[in-house]
Nanobody
Framework: QVTLVESGGGSVQAGGSLRLSCTAS????????RGWFRQAPGKEREGIAG????????FYEDSVKGRFTISQEHGGNIVTLQMNNLNPDDSGVYYC??????????????????WGQGTQVTVSS
């Protein structure tokens, strides 16, 4: 079992920045993947950034590449998502997720076994 707790959401104007954090506890050594997903109203949940904590491999979707940075601390106990140059399309509920193995699967949320409660990000124009 892994418990994930997100923090750091909020409201910001377009062009601004936010930093999200995900603190993991439990069997984090076995569940090496951490991913950030977001879900806008009326849309499917999509992965936007992932990290494989053992190797440090990073993965980004095109929509956030160059603007968002995912990183880890304490061997994956804490995973952060630095979000810069935000725009209204980035608004939504952001979730931290974890799974044990396989590949980066941003379009398959059902592959991910553990989820945080989500944190709201609102970007105004």
């Amino acid at each position: 079992q892994v418990t994930l707790v997100e923090s750091g959401g909020g409201s910001v104007q377009a062009g601004g920045s936010l930093r999200l954090s995900c603190t993991a506890s439990g069997d984090i050594a076995r569940n090496k993947w951490r991913g950030w997903f977001r879900q806008a109203p009326g849309k499917e949940r999509e992965g936007i950034a992932g990290i494989y904590t053992t190797s440090g491999g990073l993965f980004y979707e095109d929509s956030v590449k160059g603007r968002f940075t995912i990183s880890q601390e304490h061997g994956g106990n804490i995973v952060t998502l630095q979000m810069n140059n935000l725009n209204p399309d980035d608004s939504g509920v952001y979730y931290c997720a974890s799974k044990s193995g396989g590949l980066w699967t941003p379009r398959r949320p059902h592959d991910w076994n553990y989820w945080g409660q989500g944190t709201q990000v609102t970007v105004s124009s």
